[in-house]
């Protein structure tokens, strides 16, 4: 099992380009997130998502949209890069009913500048 | 909505010292989950702990320890005879039963000095 996959690991971004992040988790996961970290601070929820088909706003989503058209991926993007969006964004899956832990991916550190 | 709050930003502490890191979380919910996690300078987030609501009993597991204790809503974590290789940025977690979303503490910093 490769667990929960995040790529890219590093990524400039000019203000104003446009990127997806990509999550993909090989666990059968239903549940699935994406948190974003900045420097110095907690994780907050952006979306999240409880099955295929099945999303919703967490406590950040102003500027990102997600999809999840399959259990396994689960894509973040964002449409008009701005400085605010610098930081390291984490995906993370959890099966929600019989195993609550979530497993994280290695993170995607953005900067936009 | 709920909250996790850890109050310690940063520790300092000399190797093989015992040290207690402190998580306050406010909730509604009668049912929930909470968990530690940490996250070495590396920066990969590993699990420790999870805990459910229903289930008061402290947990040891090695050097480290948890004491959840509802009626003062805390959930602490104590590591014993501390290593340089517990230096890392320690978070509390807690999980709603119905979004499954996890709500993180700000974390606290813990610096082991050999």
């Known amino acids: 099992n490769a667990g929960v996959t995040q790529t890219p690991k590093f990524r400039i971004l000019k203000i104003g380009q446009s990127m997806t992040l990509q999550c993909t988790q090989d666990?059968?996961?239903?549940?699935m997130y994406w948190y974003r970290q900045d420097p110095g601070m907690g994780l907050k929820l952006i979306y999240y998502?409880?099955?295929?088909?099945?999303?919703d706003k967490g406590e950040v989503p102003n500027g990102y949209n997600v999809s999840r058209s399959t259990t396994e991926d689960f894509p973040l993007r964002l449409e008009l890069a701005a400085p605010s969006q610098t930081s390291v964004y984490f995906c993370?899956?959890?099966?929600?009913?019989?195993?609550?832990?979530?497993?994280f991916g290695q993170g995607t550190r953005l900067t936009v500048v | 909505a709920q909250k996790v709050t850890q109050a310690q930003t940063e520790i300092s502490v000399v190797e093989k010292e015992d040290v207690t890191l402190d998580c306050v979380y406010e909730?509604?919910?009668?049912?929930?989950?909470l968990f530690w996690y940490k996250q070495p300078p590396s920066g990969e987030l590993v699990f420790l702990i999870r805990?459910?609501?229903?289930?008061?009993q402290n947990e040891i597991s090695g050097r480290y320890s948890w004491n959840f204790q509802k009626s003062t809503s805390s959930f602490n974590f104590t590591i014993t005879a501390s290593q340089v290789v517990d230096s890392a940025v320690y978070f509390c977690?807690?999980?709603?039963?119905?979004?499954?979303?996890?709500?993180f503490g700000s974390g606290t910093r813990l610096q082991v000095q050999p």
């Open positions: 977690l807690f999980m709603d039963m119905g979004r499954r979303a996890l709500t």
């Open positions: 993370a899956s959890s099966h929600g009913r019989t195993n609550t832990e979530a497993f």
């Open positions: 998502s409880v099955g295929a088909g099945i999303t």
């Open positions: 805990r459910n609501s229903f289930d008061e």
């Open positions: 666990m059968n996961h239903n549940y």
């Open positions: 909730t509604r919910d009668t049912t929930y989950y």
